[in-house]
């Protein structure tokens, strides 16, 4: 069964604070995916990966950084966060050109 | 830039109807489309996934259909329960870029 995990469901951190957020894949899938989703606005792709230590910024990448050092972890790494970047932020895996799996997702609130 | 939109953006049934739900997309060069649902404050879970050269896929009182060339997916639900209560999001991928887009989602409400 397919699996994708995120480190953390609920997180509370404080205005420029540097936050990571991890995201572990057993499927050996090379592409791996951050999004954001904000109701009424969707899913936002932040970055992506599609092989190790390879990334490409998505639509809204400003604030976000990613670390792709084995196949199966993607981090995104808030460098100094703000309350604007309170959201939802789902990780999803594939396999080239299939289809996506997600993680449980993290409720991220900055104070 | 590929558009996906999801209307109506919710709907309410009572249990037993059998419901459609839409996805419409501005270009048709699209590599595949995927079904999803999401339960309140969760990820998303893969329903259906059809390819370009499918017409429709199904899974159990699911069936996803396909018109590439109308830029049209419909999401038929079968003798709904109070358990499909959730939104279901579209995303197409187009097949470069590996970017995959989605719409808005439509919030189904089953009524028992």
């Known amino acids: 069964d397919v699996k994708v995990t995120q480190s953390s469901r609920y997180l509370v951190k404080r205005t420029g604070e540097k936050v990571f957020l991890e995201c572990v894949q057993d499927?050996?899938?090379?592409?791996m995916f951050w999004y954001r989703q904000d109701p009424g606005l969707g899913l936002r792709l932040i970055y992506f990966?599609?092989?190790?230590?390879?990334?490409e910024k998505g639509d809204i990448p400003e604030g976000y950084s990613v670390s792709r050092e084995k196949k199966e972890r993607f981090s995104l790494i808030l460098e100094s966060a703000s309350t604007n970047q309170t959201s939802m932020y789902l990780c999803a895996s594939s396999l080239e050109y299939d289809e996506q799996y997600f993680g449980p997702g993290t409720r991220l609130t900055v104070t | 830039k590929q558009e996906v939109t999801q209307i109506p953006a919710a709907l309410s049934v009572p249990e037993g109807e059998n419901l459609v739900l839409n996805c419409s997309f501005t270009?048709?060069?699209?590599?595949?489309l995927q079904w999803f649902r999401q339960d309140p404050g969760k990820g998303l879970t893969s329903l259906l996934l059809i390819q370009s050269s499918q017409r429709e896929q199904t899974s159990g009182r699911l069936n996803a259909s396909l018109d590439k060339s109308s830029g049209r997916s419909t999401l038929y639900i079968a003798a709904s329960q109070p358990g499909d209560s959730a939104t279901y999001l579209c995303?197409?991928?187009?097949?470069?870029?590996?970017?995959?887009?989605f719409g808005t989602g439509t919030s189904l409400t089953v009524i028992p």
């Open positions: 499927m050996d899938h090379e592409n």
């Open positions: 995303a197409v991928f187009k097949g470069t870029g590996n970017q995959f887009y």
């Open positions: 990966s599609y092989d190790v230590k390879m990334k």
């Open positions: 270009d048709s060069a699209i590599y595949n």
